[in-house]
DNA sequence: CCCATGCGTTCCTCATTATGGAACGCCATT
DNA sequence: AATGGCGTTCCATAATGAGGAACGCATGGG
């Protein structure tokens, strides 16, 4: 690890989680750097575009390089392109708003979603991060990696009660994910937020691996569990034909 | 500059023209550097995210990183949500597709589109950079900057016959800026891309600055000048209507 | 009105740290 | 089985990034 480089790159982060905007001193204070240490590293980001100053404030900001750097992730990331009509179907048939995730580390991050009421997406979710153990569609992707890994995910989890109904230990998520390998769909029942609750299903890329999931989102009234069995058939149909044009076999 | 920290920032623009992934070795002869250090950069890279293998390649990509980033740039850049309405408005009533692009250098960026044909938006044309003298909204911003400024950035374009009709040269484009002023709307006359015709028109923030610019964009057919009689007061309108949402006094 | 404070910026010296080369191991190709 | 090309690891060296001090500027309080 290269430690300019670190640095610069944690700076990123402190921008991300201060998108209003921070100083020099602030920053070389979060980094535990020199004053002109930190005062270097942003000027190395902003040759490149990935800080910059607004109008005459004196605090930097993310910059525009990643609304360019996105352009360009997002359009080879061909899941997105393949995923799409199928979603849009999904989303059409439910009512309800479609969620397409991605595994990422410890989490899952949300790469594309639908709503069929409005073209507002500005605002949507798309790029958040979200926990594995209380989604609908992580809990999909835990259940069906492969055990070595599924365990290795599961034992870092730092769980957290987001709401009441949320699953808080290890033996509990366990038995559910076997259910969920079981029934090849799972739930979010109000886990991770109150009032809300999911189905997700996963989606196998060519390697056969769990890597994407699919989720159906909406308010406790309208996703009763008659509404659901409705529901579970389209989301496990849809995430069995996405798998397919991504090139899993069976 | 941080020697370091630039050549990390050069692999991320390696990778973003080189989309299909790059190995260790490729990346070194670029940048000129011993395959080690290479090597040692992406490592820094990877941690954060920045970029990844996918799968059992070798090669590296831009990470997925960029869509979280992405995430907290768009949702902090408020002329967004402030545009939305207007250019959706714009977008029915002209029934073509309306461009947000903002100033970023020597260039336009793309940051927002809406099109009222369809909701396929993943491979729009959000987070493309564009040149400033073929563009509709290129000139709009051009034409209303201050003059030093404007100077500073002409002086600087690098003239491409991108089609017949391109503007190629600086005295064509004085010309050309001097009646968007007075007019206070811009053409591209198929300039940039054969059969197609675009009219902008420049958004001035808080400070009076032409920051933003908006375009209305079609097929020739559908952008005669009997209609564009039509479109041109509803796109200066929006404009005029943007510009004052975003605090600019007259 | 002036001084104190806190900020961003610049400069220069020192030793930390990134660098490049060499050597290794792995895989695919012949 | 041998070769070439790749990614990876290690290590000594000196290049380069770090930190401190000093400056200039703006702001606000005495």
Not at 40 to 64: A, D, I, N, P, W
């Amino acid at each position: 690890m290269i430690q300019s480089v670190d640095r610069a790159l944690q700076i990123l982060e402190f921008l991300r989680k201060n998108p209003r905007g921070l100083g020099v001193t602030e920053i070389s204070i979060s980094l535990q750097v020199a004053k002109s240490t930190a005062h270097r590293l942003l000027m190395s980001l902003e040759e490149h575009g990935y800080v910059q100053k607004f109008g005459r404030e004196s605090t930097y900001r993310l910059g525009l390089k990643f609304i360019e750097m996105n352009y360009t992730v997002t359009k080879n990331l061909n899941v997105l392109e393949i995923a799409r009509p199928f979603i849009e179907s999904l989303s059409k048939e439910t009512g309800e708003i479609v969620h397409l995730v991605t595994l990422e580390g410890q989490e899952i991050i949300y790469i594309d979603k639908v709503e069929n009421s409005s073209t507002i997406r500005i605002y949507s979710q798309i790029g958040r991060r979200g926990p594995l153990y209380c989604t609908a569609v992580g809990k999909s992707i835990l259940a069906f990696l492969d055990e070595r890994e599924a365990k290795k995910l599961v034992d870092k989890i730092e769980f957290a009660r987001l709401t009441d109904y949320t699953l808080v230990n290890r033996e509990a998520l366990a038995t559910e994910l076997a259910t969920i390998k079981k029934d090849k769909y799972s739930y979010d029942n109000q886990e991770h937020e109150m009032g809300i609750r999911c189905v997700g299903a996963p989606i196998f890329d060519h390697n056969g691996r769990p890597q994407y999931a699919l989720s159906v989102t909406g308010p406790l009234d309208r996703m009763s569990d008659e509404i659901l069995q409705h529901h579970i058939p389209l989301l496990k149909d849809t995430a069995k034909k996405i798998s397919r044009s991504l090139g899993y076999i069976n």
